[in-house]
């Protein structure tokens, strides 16, 4: 069966997000060995974790402390991937029935396949988005850590070659579309000033919650929209229902 135009777009934009996503597994890859260990135990977190912001947050705290930080290290990475288990709850409808599908898609569901889906506008469009951008990401990131952790230290700088800024902007692509009303500008405005106020002093995944957390506050409260406004059409596609 032949797709729509939405479902071909969310494929690309999974496609786009998911490549520039997973080229910065390399960087994790060349870092995890260096902070001591080895390029099973890396790729393992990479298969089993995968979760960037929690991957990094583990291995930044055992590069500091060693194996004696191991505890501390896991709680880190733990608390980072509790935003994934809020990102199942608006990820339920679009990934559908069944236990088998769940389950695949319980590890798939990081930021970006949860960005891609809830950019798009259509509930099939959104299906696609979410396993294309996933599958994308899954493969390609455990394949680019592997490369990372046997080149290790033969590659140099990883941060010499703009992996991480590749991926922030697949992001910024795929949001800038959604910045038309004057909430959504309000929302992206007030979590990028906090995100870029806390860096310098919490360390690396936590502005990310707290900007988060402000979002959530702007977005709830309507700080900057008016009650009487229509639903934008943009702000509201996960409320509906995705067949299995």
């Known amino acids: 069966m032949s797709r729509t135009a939405g479902e071909r777009a969310a494929a690309?934009?999974?496609?786009?997000?998911g490549v520039a996503t997973a080229a910065y597994g390399i960087s994790f890859g060349a870092l995890s060995t260096a902070s001591?260990?080895?390029?099973?135990?890396?790729?393992?977190?990479?298969?089993?974790?995968?979760?960037?912001?929690?991957?990094?947050?583990?291995?930044?705290?055992?590069?500091?402390?060693g194996a004696a930080s191991g505890g501390t290290?896991?709680?880190?990475?733990?608390?980072?991937?509790?935003?994934?288990?809020f990102y199942a709850l608006?990820?339920?409808?679009?990934?559908?029935?069944?236990?088998?599908?769940?389950?695949?898609?319980?590890?798939?569901?990081i930021d970006e396949s949860t960005a891609v889906a809830t950019a798009q506008l259509e509930p099939g469009a959104q299906r696609v988005g979410f396993w294309t951008t996933g599958l994308v990401v899954y493969v390609g990131w455990n394949l680019t850590t592997l490369a990372g952790a046997l080149l290790g230290n033969l590659i140099g700088d990883v941060?010499?070659?703009?992996?991480?800024?590749?991926?922030?902007?697949?992001f910024l692509g795929l949001l800038w579309p959604r910045l038309k009303a004057r909430q959504t500008q309000a929302?992206?405005?007030?979590?990028?000033?906090?995100?870029?106020?806390?860096?310098?002093?919490?360390t690396p995944g936590l502005p990310v919650l707290a900007a988060a957390a402000v979002a959530i506050v702007v977005g709830v409260l309507n700080l900057f929209g008016r009650?009487?406004?229509p639903p934008h059409p943009e702000a509201v596609p996960m409320e509906r229902e995705v067949e299995p």
């Open 90 to 109: 608006r990820m339920s409808r679009v990934v559908g029935r069944g236990f088998w599908r769940r389950a695949a898609a319980a590890q798939l569901t």
């Open 159 to 170: 941060k010499a070659y703009g992996l991480d800024a590749a991926a922030a902007a697949a």
């Open 187 to 202: 929302v992206a405005v007030a979590a990028g000033f906090v995100a870029t106020l806390l860096t310098p002093f919490l």
């Open 73 to 85: 290290a896991i709680a880190g990475a733990a608390l980072l991937g509790v935003r994934n288990s």
């Open 12 to 17: 690309r934009s999974g496609w786009a997000v």
């Open 36 to 65: 001591g260990l080895d390029v099973w135990q890396t790729c393992v977190l990479s298969l089993v974790m995968f979760s960037g912001g929690s991957q990094f947050a583990l291995i930044g705290v055992l590069a500091s402390g």
């Open 227 to 229: 009650r009487d406004d």
